[in-house]
């Protein structure tokens, strides 16, 4: 079964996978519950900051580092044998990899043997990169960045696939040690930093020529909820945010300006990340510059998405989600165990009336408003699994804060308000989502919420009924013809309901009627 389409029902036969992200900064184990071919989540996350390359000039681990290490790592033993984990892919990275004392390192992780390590390669850890940034975005040519404690990746994306990549030691720890040792950095420190790393990302002549650039791991994530926090955005998430080079630009100058012990009071920054912070914007700057990119799309994935994905797309090759944007909604409809018939029913007439109206002229029929249509015509109903009196509301809030893979937060912004809006009033998208609406975005989703209202009114008893939509002109009078499935005195009844939604959104009147002629008495205003 094609994992672009998942159709499991959440079940007791469902798989319990831990992966064991051993960072050179933080350790992080992530569950997923999922099944091969259908729908999979993240059910629990733990971190714990380890700082396991700190002091690593000579290539050994410290003690005191290996110690923090061991301990986090017989907590997470202990965590997944308490759990019922089935499956642990425990990986290590830049700091074990580069260890000279590497043999006792896995020891120390090794939990006594209860979590098998696995150290992985420059290549690997791309690779991991790689699969992350192509299964969590939709960019299909461009670049993937990942900054990391000790090591940053770069690499070149073509058609989906990986065609160059490079691996070098300038994590945020290690850099930090190197050149940002003070408590309060100056301007001369970051310039050092900044050539240090520009010298080495332009070593590699495949690194240039600008184009799209997904980011992953934790210090990218933060930089953009700090971003979030200081322009007081709609909703706070990372997955989906576009973070300029100006905008870092901004963040690097705050942080420039503040001792440590001020930076651990700024929205968004965790506090074991305050000394380490600038280091790894420092170095992303570079990245972006040296890559020719003036904005990062960020995801929410990382490393261990990637080694999640390697399990889970096991017999694709390579490991890639067909359709990133199709599995979102997919996945976060059976995570909220919404009516999958009746989602797709909605949304195949929402389409048919979006397609008819744009025929006839009424707009333009832009493609990514036909694609938010038909998201929020997919999910428009998962809030019914927390209450159905509100479920238009907690609908929004569901996919605002699970995310959706794949798409931007002025996408997510439109698709939210319709989610809203698709019963009881219509809210202002400008007055909701102010920062993120761009011009001719309240016509767009005026369109959307009248389409998707009217949908969903003719499909009333959830029945599958409408089979043919077609739409004419007459004057200035929208005439919309359903071919019904049954007797249509329900749906026209109930879609009359949504006139004055369609009318205000496509300047015409609107009357409906069935092809087989039944007459149905017409609803007052």
């Known amino acids: 079964m094609s994992p672009d389409a998942p159709t499991h029902e959440p079940g007791r036969d469902a798989r319990a996978t831990a992966i064991i992200d051993m960072g050179s ?3 992080r184990l992530v569950v997923y519950h999922w099944m091969p071919g259908g729908w999979f989540r993240l059910v629990d996350e733990i971190r714990e900051a380890v700082r396991l390359s700190e002091g690593q000039t000579d290539g050994r681990l410290q003690p005191r580092a290996l110690a923090r290490a061991a301990h986090a790592a017989d907590l997470y033993a202990a965590y997944c044998d308490a759990a019922g984990i089935d499956h642990i892919d425990a990986v290590a990275t830049s700091a074990v990899r580069d260890a000279t004392n590497q043999d006792e390192a896995l020891d120390a992780l090794s939990a006594g043997g209860r979590l098998p390590v696995r150290v992985l390669s420059e290549d690997d850890e791309s690779r991991y990169g790689y699969l992350a940034a192509v299964n969590g975005s939709t960019v299909a040519d461009g670049w993937f960045l990942d900054i990391g404690g000790g090591s940053l990746q770069v690499g070149r994306i073509e058609r989906r696939h990986l065609t160059n990549s490079m691996s070098a030691a300038l994590g945020a ?8 040792t003070g408590d309060q950095q100056s301007g001369k420190e970051a310039a050092a930093l900044r050539k240090h790393v520009r010298k080495q990302l332009t070593t590699h002549d495949w690194i240039g020529g ?5 980011g992953i791991g934790g210090a990218i994530r933060t930089l953009a909820v700090m971003e979030q926090r200081r322009a007081e955005a709609p909703f706070i998430n990372p997955d989906g945010h576009r973070m300029t080079r100006d905008a870092l630009g901004e963040t690097i100058d705050l942080l420039t300006s503040l001792p440590v012990a001020e930076r651990r009071g700024l929205q968004g920054l965790r506090s074991d990340r305050a000394d380490i912070i600038l280091a790894a914007a420092l170095a992303i700057d570079e990245a972006m510059a040296t890559a020719g990119c003036e904005r990062l799309e960020v995801t929410a994935q990382g490393l261990r998405e990637g080694v999640f994905f390697e399990h889970y797309l096991r017999d694709e090759v390579p490991p890639l989600l067909p359709d990133v944007r199709r599995t979102s909604v997919l996945n976060a409809g059976l995570q909220f165990e919404f009516d999958r018939r009746h989602a797709e029913q909605v949304a195949r007439v929402a389409l048919a009336a979006f397609d008819e109206t744009a025929r006839l002229g009424l707009h333009r029929g832009d493609s990514m408003e036909r694609e938010v249509l038909w998201t929020a015509a997919m999910l428009h109903d998962v809030g019914v699994l927390v209450d159905y009196s ?3 509301r907690h609908s929004e809030y569901l996919v605002l804060n699970t995310g959706l893979p794949g798409y931007d937060h002025h996408e997510l ?5 319709m989610l809203r809006g698709h019963r009881k009033g219509v809210p202002s998208l400008k007055k909701v989502y102010g920062s993120l609406v761009r ?3 309240d016509a767009r989703y ?5 389409l998707l209202r009217l949908s969903e009114q003719l499909e009333r008893a959830k029945a599958g009924q409408i089979r043919e939509l077609r739409c004419r002109l007459e004057d200035d009078e929208l005439v919309i013809t359903v071919g019904c499935e049954g007797d249509p005195s329900l749906p026209l009844w109930s879609g009359m309901a949504e006139r004055q939604h369609v009318e205000r959104a496509f300047g015409v009147t609107m009357r409906l009627e069935s092809a087989s002629g039944i007459e149905v008495p017409e609803r007052p205003s």
Not at 173 to 180: K, P, Q, W
Not at 210 to 214: A, F, L, N, S
């Open 25 to 27: 900064n933080s350790f």
């Open 173 to 180: 720890v290690r850099l930090t040690e190197a050149f940002l």
């Open 210 to 214: 600008g184009g799209r650039m997904v």
């Open 390 to 392: 509100a479920h238009h």
């Open 413 to 417: 912004a439109m698709i939210a308000c």
């Open 439 to 441: 011009e001719d975005d």
């Open 446 to 450: 005026l369109r959307g919420v009248a």
